[in-house]
């Protein structure tokens, strides 16, 4: 333990981290431990032992900076406060249970930082919690896991508490203030299971924006009730516009009936576009599967068009080949055609980012994960929670947000251009 007690005064002593650590000490304190036969991770482990010495070294540190002198120094004669012995107390650590010793004062005014008076977790415990819950493990998933790879009793109610703590975080996201411009805003929905007397879908809306400077912003999630509907799109893009979004390019949608309406009544100035891949997959509906792929070959030339009269053509020859087996594809894409065609219109590069909501759909298929795994939820607050923490878990390094940033640049001047200038008053 000589080691440990050296490791612990260089931290004390103002390293900033495993780095300042010297080498050479790192070395000796593990060829100590194989000596010993001491294993690394468990109860009794070499990472126990050291965390429980860092952790009690800054505790130290913590009353001396209190009382304001050291241990056995005689300033503190006459000083009204003392130390008073130490207390033992459990913290469930990133590597498991650890068992320190607490200093306490006579005064009983130290307010300890690292280790908080009635704190059991240290807030990786938490992070861990909260990253499993967004991955879809239930809570006695989550609890059995602790307990079998750490060691750790946590019990659901636990669990339960640390995750309901994101709904605050929750609630303050979902009511900021938005950008007052956005080139494009991404619209779609996923369904839950929530027993609410009995096992029903219901929706959960949810809108991607790409800001002026290229960023993608989840603008918010929405419970519904029922199957997905215009009239509670209208509520939502109604929301959003009341946050400070203003003014909107354009909205990709799935084409739902009522859609462009709604988008038109809050946003005049909106161009709304279906997206062609929710087009092409509701055309498969109607097709047996051997004709999928012909179908698809079929109407790869409607949609790569360079203009709307040649797209027209495209559709009018489609409709001749196919018409006469699949009538219902048809009143299909002619009902759709008027938000389908105006991606038609612009640069290429604004085609290639708004002509699907594929942006959106896998955002959508890691949300579905978690929701599949979780199966049913008892209400609509358990929902929101589980869809927020998969949403929040989304790219955590921060590269994903790089690559989009890159693929939208060229984009972007063309929106910028394309629309006369309303990005540059959104940047104002």
């Known amino acids: 333990m000589e080691v440990e007690q050296a490791v612990a005064e260089q931290v004390d002593e103002g390293s900033s981290g495993l780095d300042a650590l010297d080498e050479q000490l790192l070395d000796q304190l593990v060829g100590q431990a194989r000596e010993r036969g001491v294993k690394l991770a468990g109860e009794g482990g070499l990472l126990a032992a050291l965390t429980k010495r860092l952790l009690e070294s800054a505790l130290d540190g913590e009353i001396t900076d209190h009382l304001g002198y050291d241990k056995h120094d005689a300033t503190g004669d006459g000083s ?28 009983g005014s130290f307010e300890p930082q690292i280790v908080k008076k009635r704190q059991r977790r240290l807030t990786g415990v938490d992070e861990m919690v909260l ?38 975080g929750m609630a303050e996201w979902q009511n900021r203030p938005l950008d007052p411009v956005y080139p494009v805003i991404f619209i779609d929905c996923v369904h839950v299971k929530i027993r609410d007397g009995q096992v029903a879908n219901r929706p959960i809306y949810m809108a991607l924006a790409v800001t002026c400077e290229g960023t993608r912003e ?35 949608c799935d084409g739902l009936r ?12 909106a ?16 097709a047996a599967r051997q004709d999928w792929d012909a179908l698809a070959k079929a109407l790869r030339p409607v949609y790569t068009a360079p203009t709307e009269a040649a797209a027209l053509e495209r559709f009018l020859e489609f409709q001749e080949a196919w018409g006469h087996k699949y009538p219902a594809i048809i009143r299909l894409w002619e009902s759709a055609w008027s938000e389908f065609v105006p991606f038609l219109n612009f640069d290429v590069e604004i085609r290639r980012v708004v002509c699907t909501t594929n942006a959106i759909e896998s955002i959508n298929a890691r949300i579905r994960r978690a929701v599949r795994a979780r199966g049913h939820f008892p ?32 984009a972007l001047n063309a929106f910028e251009i394309t629309f006369d200038g309303r990005l540059s008053a959104g940047r104002k």
């Open 131 to 168: 990253s499993l819950s967004a991955r879809g493990l239930t809570h006695g998933e989550i609890s059995a896991h602790l307990r079998e790879v750490y060691g750790a009793e946590v019990s659901k109610t636990t669990i339960s508490t640390i995750t309901d703590k994101v709904m605050d």
């Open 379 to 410: 209400n609509e607050q358990a929902a929101l929670k589980c869809v927020y923490l998969a949403v929040m878990s989304l790219d955590p390094t921060g590269t994903g947000q790089k690559r989009w940033m890159n693929r939208w640049k060229a």
């Open 258 to 269: 009522g859609q462009p309406e709604a988008i038109e009544a809050v946003w005049p100035r």
């Open 271 to 286: 161009v709304t576009q279906t997206c062609v891949v929710h087009l092409l997959r509701a055309s498969f509906r109607y």
């Open 80 to 107: 009204g406060n003392s130390r008073n012995g130490r207390r033992s107390k459990t913290v469930l650590t990133d590597i498991g249970p650890v068992q320190i010793e607490v200093p306490r004062d006579r005064a």
């Open 218 to 252: 989840i603008l918010g999630l929405w419970a519904g009730d029922g199957g997905e509907g215009a009239k509670y799109w209208m509520h939502v893009l109604t929301e959003i516009k009341n946050r400070g979004a203003g003014d909107v390019c354009m909205v990709v």
